[in-house]
């Protein structure tokens, strides 16, 4: 059996490769803080991350619920930096 080498962390991997099947992946080094994409929401479950300042001088938006969302698009429709990438969720068998 091969022995895989341990990666370092790359941060295009992991916004391409959502942890644990999020439904969205957030470019936050992207986000500008608009709010619109909180703001279209129909479930309520995107906020603005104030603990966490990108290197564009912003607080970037984050999913608070990842069992709410929906994947509806709605965030990535709206959002003028198109920071969102929204996953489908898996189907159940």
Known sequence: MAVVPELAPNP?????VPAALSPLAI????CKGC???IS???HHVLEL????VNRLGYHPVRLTDAA???SCA???RVCPDAVFAV???PREA
């Open 12 to 16: 295009v991997i992991e916004m391409l």
């Open 27 to 30: 470019a936050e080094e992207r």
């Open 35 to 37: 709010e619109i994409c």
């Open 40 to 42: 279209a929401c129909p």
């Open 49 to 52: 991350d104030r603990s966490l």
């Open 68 to 70: 709410a969302c929906t």
């Open 74 to 76: 709605i965030c990535a």
């Open 87 to 89: 996953y489908a969720r």
